[in-house]
């Protein structure tokens, strides 16, 4: 990483915040009229952990969140 908090192989993107990248996507789920599955208004779920952490077997380390349109 740059100085100035750029990527060095992409120097147009700015390097996301270190603590992001300790998260890994475990599951997503996106709202489907077809299954008649909507959350809100066409919004997606997801299960998150830290790295490593849901390989330990710890359901407490796996977090949810969720966002719609």
Do not use: K
Not at 32 to 37: G, I, P, Q, S
Request: aromatic share 8%.
């Amino acid at each position: 990483m740059a100085a100035d908090g750029r990527r060095r192989e992409r120097p147009d993107r700015p390097c996301r915040d270190p603590e992001a990248e300790r998260w890994e996507l475990l599951i997503q789920v996106d709202s489907d009229d077809d299954l008649d599955m909507m959350w809100g208004d066409v919004g997606t779920l997801y299960w998150l952990s830290r790295t490593g952490d849901a390989a330990n077997d710890d359901p407490t380390a796996i977090s949810f969140t969720w966002q719609c349109c």
